[in-house]
């Protein structure tokens, strides 16, 4: 069954490091999403890419936070620098195009602890 | 503004129990959609079911039933004879029509099941 690739499972760093994580979506998914699941609650939508194109970001925080899918495939979520509070499970999905309401399909997620 | 609310932070319950979940949500649109997610410990949010504004018929499957009513603006989900299996955290969440699959969360509801 196709799944929702993500990398690394888990990442520890230190305040004010750089860090990313690496999403590869179910094959011909040309709808990606990156949400940020704080430790107690629900995800939160960060950033929803329409194959390369950025459609919402309006949660993201771009002083810190960058997001890229350059090829409308896999894509790449960066922190710099990391503070404490980006301690979090970043969650990427997919999901098809063209539909009004989507299925989306979640991997499993990458926990980062920031020291 | 679309808001997304379970009450219930915790339910312990012995097996072969029932138990229901409760969510309630808040939204100004007439067209909108709600899901349930279970996510597991190894940390993936499962798909359960979505529902559209315009069907308010309750649906079981297998074990689990969801009864969706607006007059309460309430969409709560029963696990029938629960197992252990059961055990993980699930979301309510709720996406307005043509909103490209942004998901509004609620804070998650976690569900012991003991044996």
């Known amino acids: 069954e196709a799944e929702v690739a993500q990398s690394p499972r888990y990442k520890i760093t230190e305040k004010s490091q750089a860090v990313a994580f690496w999403c590869d979506p179910i094959s011909g998914h040309a709808t990606l999403y990156w949400y940020r699941q704080i430790l107690g609650q629900g995800p939160e939508l960060l950033v929803q890419f329409q194959d390369e194109s950025v459609v919402d970001d309006s949660q993201l925080p771009k002083d810190r936070f960058s997001a890229e899918r350059l090829k409308g495939v896999d894509s790449t979520l960066k922190i710099q620098p990391a503070e404490l509070g980006d301690s979090a499970m970043y969650l990427c999905a997919s999901s098809l195009a063209g539909l009004a309401v989507r299925e989306l399909f979640f991997g499993e997620g990458s926990r980062l602890t920031v020291l | 503004a679309q808001k997304v609310t379970q009450a219930q932070t915790e339910i312990s319950v012995v097996e072969k129990e029932d138990v229901t979940l409760d969510c309630v949500y808040e939204?100004?649109?007439?067209?909108?959609?709600l899901f349930w997610y279970k996510q597991p410990p190894s940390g993936e949010l499962v798909f359960l079911i979505r529902r559209n504004s315009f069907d308010e018929q309750n649906e079981i499957s297998g074990r689990y039933s969801w009864n969706f009513q607006k007059s309460t603006s309430s969409f709560n989900f029963t696990i029938t004879a629960s197992q252990v299996v059961d055990s993980a955290v699930y979301f309510c969440a709720l996406e307005v029509y043509n909103q490209g699959g942004k998901l509004i969360f609620g804070q998650g509801t976690e569900l012991s099941v003991k044996p």
């Open positions: 939204t100004r649109d007439t067209t909108y959609y």
